[in-house]
């Protein structure tokens, strides 16, 4: 089993930074592909970044593409989403998520979660 841990969210103005940590611990961490997903109330589940075991390969959606930024500290088993110029249309309430092998952007696919951190940004 692998349990996930958010924290780092809070209430910004548009404009301002965040950023979000998530804290592994279980099983072996570094071999697990991480995704960061979102979800805003009556909004499906979407999806933010990913990045792979290695932390080689990263990928974004377009909504937040040269904004965020995913990484990771395989020796901390924590991944970090660092948010710069915050937008209103970014509150929703932030999950990592864990995957053995490769990542992909299908929420679906993950099979450990965390409880998220919520993301609150006042225009």
């Known amino acids: 089993q692998v349990q996930l841990v958010e924290s780092g969210g809070g209430l910004v103005q548009a404009g301002g930074s965040l950023r979000l940590s998530c804290e592994a611990s279980?099983?072996?961490?570094?071999?697990?592909?991480m995704g960061w997903f979102r979800q805003a109330p009556g909004k499906e589940r979407e999806f933010v970044a990913r990045?792979?075991?290695?932390?080689?390969?990263?990928y974004y959606a377009d909504s937040v593409k040269g904004r965020f930024t995913i990484s990771r500290d395989n020796a901390k088993t924590t991944v970090y989403l660092q948010m710069n110029s915050l937008k209103p249309e970014d509150t929703a309430v932030y999950y990592c998520?864990?995957?053995?092998?490769?990542?992909?952007?299908?929420?679906?696919?993950?099979?450990?979660w965390g409880q998220g951190t919520q993301v609150t940004v006042s225009s």
């Open positions: 990045i792979s075991w290695s932390g080689s390969s990263t």
């Open positions: 998520a864990a995957r053995m092998g490769p990542g992909t952007s299908w929420y679906r696919e993950y099979d450990y």
């Open positions: 279980g099983r072996t961490f570094s071999r697990y592909a």
